[in-house]
């Protein structure tokens, strides 16, 4: 699933919404009448391959959020119900001039090995990182 150069705030943090009710469904944490019985207990779908790409109107708190969607960190990592995301392979933000302590939060999320993220491919090119000095930092902790 591939959005390149269409989504803004309201339509990340719509799909943010979406993720979040996957896995309320797929937990068993969804309350009666919260949301509609769809799932019937089973786990909802999964993603493999997601790009969010040149969504240069998306704001650096809603991109923090969205990461939280690949797995967790912090107190957070208590929770025992996995984030939606964390089975996700591919994952392109290329292009969303996220910066360098933006791409470095998303780095160190997939480096965490308690974090739950899996993913293997991250594209973080065009994303005004520049010396990357937060990168750097993080690159060295998990070497």
């Not at 240069?56 to 957070?76: V, Y």
């Not at 750097?136 to 902790?141: C, E, Q």
């Amino acid at each position: 699933l591939t959005f390149d150069n269409m989504l803004n705030d309201r339509d990340l943090r719509a799909l943010v919404a979406i993720l979040d009710t996957m896995r309320k469904l797929s937990s068993g944490e969804a309350k009666d009448g919260d949301l509609s019985p769809i799932s019937g207990g089973r786990a909802q779908g999964k993603f493999t391959c997601l790009g969010i790409r040149n969504s240069l109107q998306i704001s650096r708190d809603l991109w923090i959020t969205f990461f939280h969607m690949l797995g967790k960190s912090g107190p957070a990592k208590r929770n025992p119900a996995p984030a939606p995301l964390s089975g996700l392979k591919i994952l392109d933000l290329s292009g969303n001039k996220l910066g360098d302590e933006a791409s470095a939060m998303v780095l160190e999320l997939v480096h965490d090995k308690d974090s739950g993220c899996s993913l293997e491919q991250l594209d973080l090119s065009g994303n005004r990182i520049g010396r990357g000095t937060n990168i750097i930092r993080v690159l060295r902790a998990y070497t």
